[in-house]
């Protein structure tokens, strides 16, 4: 995949935006609707978002550091997404409205944690982070800045396909949290 730089930083903070503002919906909920389990073994809607939080946790400040390491280096116009980094991207995104199920690390599983609405208002700050270094990106080489990945300090990849496995990651975890919603609807509604 190529694609202008620019377009494709327009493109994720259009997205960032997109589920920022879905995450905003979620405060309004009480705590019974954002504590609901369609079933056992699946997330809470706090538990969806507590997984993009660890997540978060990690790839923020690998983003940050990286970005300010390589500031004095050019930018590129263009950017060239690399197979593996294009491989993780895609793997994420949400086709014909289907989430496909994948095993979650342990250090990213939130299962069973005691959770509130701070764990939305931890994401909405994070969401801020993400947005500032996409902006602060459009003067860096997306293509030849890599980040390590969460589950190996020897992979890396491109800056872009980084933001892109990120922003397409929260984007999932956020339609499986607006599937929980939906499902929590149908059930009182039956009732």
């Known amino acids: 995949m190529q694609q202008k730089t620019n377009l494709l930083i327009d493109e994720l903070l259009l997205m960032l935006e997109k589920s920022t503002q879905q995450a905003k919906t979620f405060l309004n909920l009480s705590p019974?609707?954002?504590?609901?389990?369609?079933?056992?073994?699946q997330w809470s809607i706090l538990e969806c978002i507590e997984h993009l939080n660890l997540y978060g946790d990690y790839y923020l400040?690998?983003?940050?550091?990286?970005?300010?390491?390589s500031s004095k280096a050019s930018a590129n116009s263009?950017?060239?997404?690399?197979?593996?980094?294009?491989?993780?991207?895609?793997?994420m995104l949400v086709k014909n409205g289907s989430i496909k199920k994948m095993k979650t690390p342990k250090d990213k599983d939130p299962q069973n944690s005691q959770l509130n609405s701070t764990t939305i208002e931890r994401f909405l700050k994070q969401q801020e982070k993400l947005t500032n270094l996409l902006n602060k990106a459009r003067t860096s080489d997306l293509t030849n800045i890599k980040c390590?990945?969460?589950?190996?300090?020897?992979i890396k990849l491109r800056l872009g396909d980084t933001f892109r496995f990120l922003i397409?990651?929260?984007?999932?975890?956020?339609?499986?949290?607006?599937?929980?919603?939906?499902?929590?609807l149908e059930r009182k509604t039956e009732n």
């Open 78 to 91: 263009i950017f060239k997404s690399g197979l593996i980094g294009n491989y993780f991207a895609n793997l």
């Open 32 to 41: 019974e609707i954002l504590n609901y389990k369609p079933a056992p073994n």
């Open 168 to 184: 397409f990651h929260i984007d999932r975890h956020l339609k499986q949290a607006e599937n929980v919603k939906i499902n929590w």
């Open 61 to 69: 400040p690998e983003i940050e550091g990286r970005i300010i390491e």
């Open 148 to 154: 390590s990945i969460s589950l190996s300090k020897w």
